[in-house]
Nanobody, 114 residues
Framework: QVQLVESGGGLVQAGGSLRLSCAAS????????MGWYRQAPGKQREVVAG???????NYADSVKGRFTISRDNAKNTVYLQMNSLKPEDTALYYC????????WGQGTQVTVSS
């Protein structure tokens, strides 16, 4: 069973930055895709960014140029550097890792004040 520990959320003013981290442990299999999703109140969960084991990345249009996803395969950790934050980025951010199935973190709250 894979355990995910997320950290780095918090309250920040618009224009500020936060860095989210998600460390995975307990996997018997190689971790393939790692990613971040978010869910704002009253809205569906949406993908924010993803990264393959080889380092290929993809981003939601709404965060391109502001967010950067990266990973450390040796530490089974994925990061999300969030710059130029906007109030509409406020959401519960979830980490996802994929081995032969998907595993999800509990979420970390990001709140951006105007």
């Amino acid at each position: 069973q894979v355990q995910l520990v997320e950290s780095g959320g918090g309250l920040v003013q618009a224009g500020g930055s936060l860095r989210l981290s998600c460390a995975a442990s307990g996997s018997r299999f190689s971790i393939n895709t790692m990613g971040w999703y978010r869910q704002a109140p009253g809205k569906q969960r949406e993908v924010v960014a993803g990264i393959t084991r080889g380092g290929s990345t993809n981003y939601a249009d709404s965060v391109k140029g502001r967010f950067t996803i990266s990973r450390d395969n040796a530490k089974n950790t994925v990061y999300l550097q969030m710059n130029s934050l906007k109030p509409e980025d406020t959401a519960l951010y979830y980490c996802m890792v994929e081995t032969y199935r998907e595993y999800w973190g509990q979420g970390t709250q990001v709140t951006v004040s105007s």
